[in-house]
């Protein structure tokens, strides 16, 4: 069974500062997709990586795919409160793939 | 704008009782998914349904069913309620592709169970 573990699972800091959150698993993945889930909401799509060593920019948010497409980090910078929410990674474990694996989700807080 | 919608925001339960989720999309997509969402765990899939009566078990079918006689509609089914059915339900669609589309999702039924 292919897992995806994200770390850390809780984080809170303040407005203006950057983080990083990480997707991590001993398998390869076809592709992988970020969502993020705001309170009462279901998780939207946030961007998708399929290349090894992708980078990919959306406004203050970068997503990187690993070189062995094994993880992937997303890094934002000058968090704003509007960033507050659950962000969770998806795997898709081969091409074409249906279903995707999940990982635990990390849970973001941005202070005023 | 796409669309998935779920029957109920909310719902509270008696143990024993038998349990109707429903879900609907507006996007003519063949793949449709039951997840539960418990905090810490992440989303769990339930059952998959790739067309209007087909079905896969998800990693957690025990104690859930499914039903899909029209290609919008997809329902879940508790057929004896437990407490440790008391989650947060999400159901989701997609496109059937080549690749793997993206998962558009509802906004979840909160489910308690007494």
């Known amino acids: 069974t292919q897992l995806l573990e994200q770390s850390p699972q809780f984080l809170s800091i303040q407005e203006g500062e950057n983080l990083t959150v990480y997707c991590n698993s001993s398998?390869?993945?076809?592709?992988l997709q970020w969502y993020r889930q705001e309170p009462g909401e279901g998780p939207v799509l946030l961007v998708t990586?399929?290349?090894?060593?992708e980078v990919k920019k959306l406004k203050r948010l970068t997503f990187q795919f690993g070189d062995a497409r094994k993880d992937s980090s997303l890094h934002i910078t000058a968090a704003q409160p509007g960033d507050t929410g659950l962000y969770l990674c998806?795997?898709?474990?081969?091409?074409?793939?249906?279903?995707?694996?999940f990982g635990q989700g990390t849970r973001l807080t941005i202070n005023p | 704008d796409v669309k998935v919608t779920q029957s109920s925001r909310y719902l509270v339960k008696r143990t024993g009782e038998k349990v109707f989720l429903e879900c609907v999309q507006d996007?003519?997509?063949?793949?449709m998914f039951w997840y539960r969402q418990d905090p810490g765990l992440g989303l769990r899939l339930i059952y998959f349904?790739?067309?209007?009566?087909?079905?896969e078990k998800g990693d957690i079918p025990e104690g859930y069913s499914v039903s899909r006689e029209k290609k919008e509609r997809f329902s879940l089914i508790l057929e004896s309620a437990s407490t440790n059915q008391t989650s947060m339900y999400l159901c989701?669609?997609?496109?059937?592709?080549?690749?793997?589309?993206?998962?558009?999702f509802g906004p979840g039924t909160r489910l308690t169970v007494l």
């Open positions: 989701a669609s997609s496109s059937l592709s080549g690749s793997t589309d993206t998962q558009y």
């Open positions: 398998s390869v993945f076809s592709s």
């Open positions: 990586v399929v290349t090894g060593g």
């Open positions: 998806a795997g898709a474990p081969h091409q074409g793939a249906q279903k995707l694996v």
């Open positions: 996007m003519d997509h063949e793949n």
């Open positions: 349904s790739y067309d209007v009566k087909m079905k």
